[in-house]
Each structure stands twice: as C-alpha cells, then as structure tokens.
C-alpha cells in the first residue's frame, strides 16, 4: 500500500444527486480523454461545440487560436505531435504516477491501482496504444466509473453501494490521484507549447483542487511539479558482489550435476 503521506479524510457533509455525480464524471471523462491518447477527432470536435466552449469560459479557460481557428484535420495532427513530445518521447514528461513519484514505470503505484481495479471491477479498456494502469487517463475514467456506478445505485435506492463507492474515489484522492496530479498539472502548463494542453493542464490543477475540497480529502502533493525526478532505489533480490555461473561453491556444484 501506498505511503500516505500527511493524509486526512472526512465525512462529505452533504450527498450529491445522481445529476451532480454524472456532471462529476463528465468532466474526469473530458480530462482523462487528453491524456488517454492522442485526442481523436470526435473528441475535439466535442470540445470544440459552443455550448462546450461557453462552459469552459464560464469557468475562466480560454483556448487560443491555435485550438479554435484551425480545421479539425490540421488540429488532430498537431496535437498528436504534441502528445508525443510531452508524453512519450524522451525527456518528455509522461502522465503516469510511477513515472512521477519514483522516476521508474511500474513501481508500487502501478501494482496498488491494479489490485484496486479488480476489487472495483473496472477493466482497462484497449485503446490506439497499450498504456499502464497507473496512467492518468486510465486513473481518471476509473473514478469516472465510480461516480456512474454510484449515481446508479442512488436511483435505485442502494444507499450501501453508494456509500461503498463514495470511500472508494475518496480512497483513491488519498492513496494516487492526490499525491501527484496537482503538481504534474504545472509541471504540463509550464512544457506545453500549445494552449490546448496548456488550459487543459489548469482546468486538471483546478479541478483537482475542488475534488479534493468537496470529498474533504487532504494530502500532501508528492510530485511537486518537478521537471527531474530522482530514480528510486529497487531492492536486490540477490548479492551482486557474489560470483555467477560457476563462479561460486553452489554454482560449481550444479554445474557438476548436469556434467
């Protein structure tokens, strides 16, 4: 399990509406879609509609020219550019929380999310390219799903599941998305060069913030938004010093076995 860090949970004073809890998981679904892979033409296009784009507004975000006065064709192909340089080439930098908390891919935070997925019954759905569980798209339609299944069981009555669920995306604030999402978010604000993963990254500061406020979940921000992250230490399972292939007493003995 995670070290938790200075983390403290609350009670939520109030419980949310099925509609509240939908509008929730519309917007980790909207952030988890700029980070699962490179956005796809539906996904712009979507982002791109008025109402959309009014919304976003109305919550202080302003895409530049360069999202909004582009053909939709021409936008597709420079944000994939874009995906590749912050996310997957080297000295990028890539949405994934072993990455930024260890400097390694799956360490610790990508075993504990995987073993939460199969106690939730969540499974990582194929996309254009394989990624880790512990990826920030996969961690973001996680709790989106939570918060669907959740709604659901409020409409139907079930008020343990909902609260079951409720300690679940809690948990998972407290134990993943909590300890690095903030500080990666102004890591990716101040590397991007195109406004849309530059507002993206601020509406995923923003609303990570407010998350953490409304499910009365504090812990501390691990990753610090740092451009170098120092590789962790991983346990020999073995004596490097020690001789190999025959080199040793035990050695020599099975190789006398098989002579």
């Given at each position: 399990m995670q070290n938790q860090n200075a983390v403290l949970i609350e009670p939520m004073e109030d419980s949310l509406s099925p509609l509240e809890l939908r509008a929730r998981a519309g917007y980790y679904q909207l952030l988890a879609g700029a980070f699962a892979e490179e956005p796809g033409c539906d996904y712009l296009a979507a982002l791109r509609a008025p109402e959309a784009m009014a919304a976003l507004v109305d919550l202080g975000f302003q895409f530049d020219a360069d999202?909004?006065?582009?053909?939709?064709?021409?936008?597709?192909?420079?944000?994939?550019?874009e995906y590749a340089t912050l996310f997957t080439t080297s000295g990028g930098c890539p949405p994934v929380e072993s990455s930024r908390l260890t400097g390694r891919f799956q360490q610790e935070p990508f075993h504990d999310v995987k073993a939460i997925y199969q106690h939730c019954g969540f499974a990582l759905q194929p996309g254009k390219f394989a990624v880790f569980e512990d990826q920030l798209g996969v961690e973001l339609s996680?709790?989106?799903a939570l918060l669907e299944n959740q709604a659901a069981a409020l409409e139907s009555g079930d008020m343990a599941t909902v609260k079951r669920l409720e300690k679940e995306v809690k948990r998972f604030w407290a134990t993943h998305l909590g300890r690095w999402v903030r500080g990666y978010a102004t890591l990716l604000a101040r590397a991007t060069e195109h406004s849309?993963?530059?507002?993206?990254?601020?509406?995923?500061?923003?609303f990570a913030e407010a998350e953490l406020a409304l499910l009365k979940v504090r812990v501390d921000d691990v990753d610090g938004g740092r451009e170098v992250v120092p590789k962790s230490e991983i346990e020999v399972l073995f004596n490097p010093d020690e001789p190999v292939c025959g080199g040793c007493e035990h050695g020599k003995t099975q190789n006398g076995a098989y002579a």
């Open positions: 999202f909004t006065g582009v053909p939709l064709d021409e936008l597709q192909d420079t944000l994939a550019c996680f709790v989106a849309f993963y530059r507002e993206i990254a601020r509406l995923l500061r923003d």
